[in-house]
């Protein structure tokens, strides 16, 4: 019977395998050269040209994660394309609450709250729903537009600003326009 035991550390059959291949590295990789007529140098190379970091002299590097920061939200209205209005975060445009749908029925469009009424899962919190509650099924025609919400429920929800630095309004782009501001001097509701 033959019993074999581990040893610790290296066999020493290995570390004579190592000792003479570091002797001869230089030997061989002319040899590996040789016979891969410079192809083994040249594959050294490209692994390392992979591994290196990229540098940064001429590039614009952008992060794509999530902000670290927790920054305040800086709300605003926003009507999407498909008639939702929603308070927004103006700094990650993150939908912060839906307030409701602009809905279509019959050739007309009504503002629809969000409430356990109208069907919505997520209803709108009292003191909104409170604030605009006289909103809930307003017709939205020429006498009262999408932009028209945008002012209004700004004002109704208390936020101050709706000019954006470059001018523009803080309506985003809706059905009827592209966000640009428009000369609208009709009166609301």
Same mark, same amino acid.
């Given at each position: 019977?033959?019993?074999?035991?581990?040893?610790?550390?290296?066999?020493?059959?290995?570390?004579?395998?190592?000792?003479?291949?570091?002797?001869?590295?230089?030997?061989?990789?002319?040899? $590996?050269?040789?016979?891969?007529?410079?192809?083994?140098?040249?594959?050294?190379?490209?692994?390392?040209?992979?591994?290196?970091?990229?540098?940064?002299?001429?590039?614009?590097?952008?992060?794509?994660?999530?902000?670290?920061?927790?920054?305040?939200?800086?709300?605003?209205?926003?009507?999407?394309?498909?008639?939702?209005?929603?308070?927004?975060?103006?700094?990650?445009?993150?939908?912060?609450?839906?307030?409701?749908?602009?809905?279509?029925?019959?050739?007309?469009?009504?503002?629809?709250? $969000?409430?356990?009424?109208?069907?919505?899962?997520?209803?709108?919190?009292?003191?909104?729903?409170?604030?605009? $509650?006289?909103?809930?099924?307003?017709?939205?025609?020429?006498?009262?537009?999408?932009?028209?919400?945008?002012?209004?429920?700004?004002?109704?929800?208390?936020?101050?600003?709706?000019?954006?630095?470059?001018?523009?309004?803080?309506?985003?782009?809706?059905?009827?326009?592209?966000?640009?501001?428009?000369?609208?001097?009709?009166?609301?509701?």
């Amino acid at each position: 019977m033959d019993i074999f035991s581990k040893r610790e550390g290296p066999r020493s059959e290995d570390v004579r395998a190592r000792k003479l291949i570091a002797e001869n590295a230089g030997t061989i990789r002319k040899l $590996a050269d040789q016979i891969s007529n410079g192809g083994f140098t040249k594959m050294r190379q490209d692994r390392a040209r992979r591994n290196e970091q990229p540098k940064p002299e001429g590039l614009l590097i952008y992060t794509m994660s999530a902000s670290t920061k927790a920054d305040d939200p800086d709300p605003y209205i926003r009507v999407s394309l498909n008639g939702r209005v929603v308070l927004s975060d103006r700094s990650t445009g993150r939908q912060i609450q839906l307030l409701g749908q602009i809905r279509s029925t019959a050739g007309s469009k009504r503002f629809v709250l $969000a409430t356990e009424e109208n069907g919505y899962i997520s209803p709108v919190c009292d003191e909104t729903r409170d604030a605009l $509650a006289s909103y809930d099924g307003v017709e939205i025609g020429p006498g009262f537009t999408e932009k028209d919400i945008v002012r209004t429920f700004g004002t109704c929800l208390g936020l101050v600003e709706t000019q954006h630095s470059g001018g523009e309004s803080s309506v985003a782009r809706t059905k009827t326009g592209n966000g640009q501001p428009e000369d609208d001097t009709s009166e609301l509701l």
